[in-house]
């Protein structure tokens, strides 16, 4: 049984930082591309952020460039995003999901690529 277990949110000012953990369990975690999603309250679910199963490309969605990093530890089984700069609007709860690599050379950006979902752990900045 797979679980995606995030971890990492909380509070924080704006032009603070987190990280976010997700922590991945049974599967075997160097076949899955990996991405993290953000959905805000009375939104749709949007990309932040991915990484490949290498963990050699990365890709970040414009609105979190150059404040956002997205990190894995293939060891660990545990991806991560570190977030700075933080903004009202990046208040989210934030999801990773997982996505069978199938020899694709990178993480997609589209949430319905993904297979498999954590329960999502809570952003808050405030202004």
């Known amino acids: 049984q797979v679980q995606l277990v995030e971890s990492g949110g909380g509070l924080v000012q704006a032009g603070g930082s987190l990280r976010l953990s997700c922590a991945a369990g049974?599967?075997?975690?160097?076949?899955?591309?990996m991405g993290w999603f953000r959905q805000a309250s009375g939104k749709e679910r949007e990309f932040a952020a991915a990484?490949?199963?290498?963990?050699?490309?990365?890709t970040d969605a414009d609105s979190v460039k150059g404040r956002f990093t997205i990190s894995r530890d293939n060891v660990k089984n545990t991806v991560y995003l570190q977030m700075n700069s933080l903004k009202p609007e990046d208040t989210a709860v934030y999801y990773c999901?997982?996505?069978?690599?199938?020899?694709?050379?990178?993480?997609?950006?589209?949430?319905?690529?993904?297979?498999?979902w954590g329960q999502g752990t809570q952003v808050t900045v405030s202004s």
């Open positions: 990484i490949t199963w290498r963990g050699d490309i990365t």
């Open positions: 999901g997982a996505t069978q690599s199938g020899g694709t050379r990178y993480a997609p950006s589209t949430f319905r690529r993904y297979n498999y």
């Open positions: 049974g599967l075997t975690f160097t076949d899955y591309h």
